[in-house]
C-alpha cells in the first residue's frame, strides 16, 4: 500500500516535467540539466520548510491558526512568497546561468522542473499522510498549480534574459511576484477551510493559471529563435553559415 502510494505521489510531478518537455519542440534541454533543476526543487522545497518554521516562531503564528480574513491572506502571501522565492534562487542562479540557457521558452522549463522536483517532495509527505484521497485530490490540484506558478515565473525570467531593450532586473521580479501571487491566491482559499470556498476559488484560481500557462507556452515558442517560421532570416543565415 505504501508503495502505491508512493507512485501516485511521484506520478503527478513527473508527468507534468515530461509534458512540459515535450512542449519544447525547437530545442530541447539536456536531460542532465533537466534531472539537476529537478533535484534542485527538492532542495527548495527543505530550504522553504526550514524559513516557515523559521518566521513562524519570530511571528508567532501558526498556518493552522486562522483568524479572520486579512489574517489568512497575509499567511498565504508569506507562504507564497517564501516557497517561489526559494524555486526562483534556483532558476536565477543556476539554471539562468547556463549557456543550454539559450532561448525565453527554457525559463519555462527550468522553472517547470524546480516547481516539480518542490511539488514531488512536497506531495509525498502530505500523501503518505492522507492516503488516496488526498494522493488523487492533489495530482488534479496541487502539483498542477505549482507548475502554473512556475510557468508564470518562468515566462518573465525568460523574457529578461533576451529582451535587452527592458530592465532585467524588473522583468525578474515580475516573475517572482506573479508567481507568489498565483500561489498566494491559491493557498488562500484553501486556508479558509470551507468547502464550497475551496472548491470554487481554488478551483477557479487553479483554471486561471492553467490558461496563463497555456499563452505563455505559446507565446515563447512562437518568439523563439529557433521558430524558422517566425524568423525565416535568422533560419537563411544558419543555412548559408552550416
Request: glycine residues 8%; hydrophobic residues 50%.
Amino acid at each position: 500500500m505504501t508503495f502505491i502510494l508512493l507512485a501516485l505521489a511521484i506520478a503527478p510531478g513527473l508527468a507534468i516535467a515530461i509534458f512540459i518537455y515535450e512542449k519544447d519542440k525547437l530545442d530541447k534541454e539536456p536531460l542532465h540539466l533537466l534531472v539537476k533543476t529537478f533535484i534542485l526543487g527538492v532542495v527548495s522545497a527543505l530550504a522553504a520548510t526550514f524559513i516557515q518554521a523559521f518566521l513562524g516562531q519570530l511571528l508567532g503564528w501558526n498556518i493552522d491558526d486562522i483568524k479572520d480574513i486579512p489574517d489568512t491572506f497575509s499567511k498565504a502571501l508569506l507562504v507564497g512568497f517564501t516557497e517561489e522565492w526559494c524555486k526562483y534562487m534556483c532558476l536565477v542562479f543556476f539554471a539562468y546561468r547556463k549557456k543550454e540557457f539559450n532561448e525565453p521558452f527554457d525559463g519555462i522549463t527550468y522553472g517547470v522542473m524546480i516547481a516539480m522536483g518542490f511539488a514531488t517532495f512536497e506531495n509525498i509527505f502530505y500523501v503518505i499522510e492522507g492516503g488516496f484521497e488526498v494522493a488523487i485530490l492533489r495530482m488534479f490540484t496541487a502539483v498542477p498549480a505549482h507548475a502554473t506558478f512556475a510557468v508564470a515565473m518562468g515566462y518573465f525570467v525568460g523574457a529578461a534574459k533576451f529582451k535587452h531593450n527592458y530592465n532585467i532586473g524588473l522583468y525578474k521580479m515580475i516573475g517572482l511576484a506573479s508567481a507568489t501571487l498565483l500561489h498566494a491566491s491559491y493557498d488562500f482559499f484553501f486556508f479558509v477551510e470551507s468547502y464550497p470556498i475551496m472548491a470554487f476559488g481554488g478551483i477557479i484560481s487553479l483554471l486561471i493559471g492553467i490558461w496563463l500557462s497555456i499563452r505563455a507556452i505559446r507565446l515563447h515558442n512562437y518568439n523563439s529563435p529557433f521558430n524558422h517560421q517566425r524568423h525565416p532570416v535568422e533560419s537563411e543565415k544558419q543555412e548559408v553559415n552550416s
